[in-house]
């Protein structure tokens, strides 16, 4: 198996969005999902699923409970080894490679079930992020601390840091999450549902936080049920049902697409949208 590039030989992230997007349209994807299977026992959680995403872009990926989201994001970061197809990153596959190996090349993420280290406090927490990073995080255990107190600063958790993580409410262990995530210095974060289970003024918070998080430079691809939230800061939506992708596009476009309407969004949801389009007078 041919070893993927060190994502650290190319342009550091930082540039601003707009120049990194200008830069979008000719590059290669940064990450490419190839007819991506993945079974358990005889049926296809994740089934022959292919989309790319580029660098500097924030791509949501939605669909009902059971549709394989997870499992995908789970392919990706190599907790899944494939059944089926490939996955490429910086232009050379990961399929088969271990986590942590996934994790040095740039690629963080978060899991729909924090659990973090209860006894220890939320600034070590972020700090392991760190310990076990990509190659800009690695930087021992001082160093690791630095870094530590510069995401929970982004994260807005800075004036918790000391505070043990049993503490915490609900939003800010997302916010955590996101944090410990955030400190292994990735090139690519994939967020699994940190949104679930807030109210509005924390999904707001919570929104400005990956935005903060993308302005340094990092390729954001997200499962969300919110759909505020996709509307709000995709480019891009997959759509994913019974493991297959049902529709990819814009946000907009792909919420009206009647199969998504079918498949997840549900009636009410359309009666919504109808109603809105008839106020805005817009059709
Ligand atoms: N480790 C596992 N072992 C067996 N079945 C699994 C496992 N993980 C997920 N599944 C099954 O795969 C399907 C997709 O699950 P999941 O990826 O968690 O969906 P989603 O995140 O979209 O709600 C479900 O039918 C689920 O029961
Ligand atoms: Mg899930």
Known sequence: MSE???????ATPGTSPASAEVKIAAAAPQLELRGVTKRFGGVA??????????????????????AGKTTLLNCISGVHRLDG?????????????????????GIGRTFQIVRPFGSMTVRENAA???????????????????????VLELVGLSAKG?????????????????????????????????????NNVEIDEALEM??????????????????RVIVGICR????????????QGEPEVVLRDERVIQAYLGERYAKRLRAEREQDGTH
């Open 210 to 227: 990956v935005r903060a998080v993308h302005a340094t430079g990092v390729t954001v691809l997200l499962i969300e049920h919110v759909m």
């Open 236 to 247: 891009r939506a997959v759509v994913l049902d019974f493991g297959q992708v049902l529709a």
């Open 162 to 198: 000391r505070h043990p993580v049993s503490a915490l409410t609900i939003p800010d262990r997302k916010r955590l999450e996101v944090a410990r995530a955030v400190a292994t210095r990735p090139h690519l974060l994939l967020l699994d549902e940190v949104m679930a289970g807030l």
């Open 45 to 66: 959680a994740v089934d022959g699923v292919s989309f790319e995403v580029a660098k500097g872009e924030i791509v949501g990926i939605i669909g009902p409970n059971g």
């Open 128 to 150: 392991i992020g760190a310990l076990f990073g990509s190659a800009e995080a690695r930087r021992g255990v001082k160093g690791a601390f630095e870094l530590a107190d510069e």
């Open 4 to 10: 993927a590039p060190s994502p650290h030989s190319r």
């Open 85 to 105: 197809g490939d996955i490429r990153w910086e232009g050379a596959s990961i399929a088969g490679m271990a986590p942590h190996r996934i994790a040095r090349l």
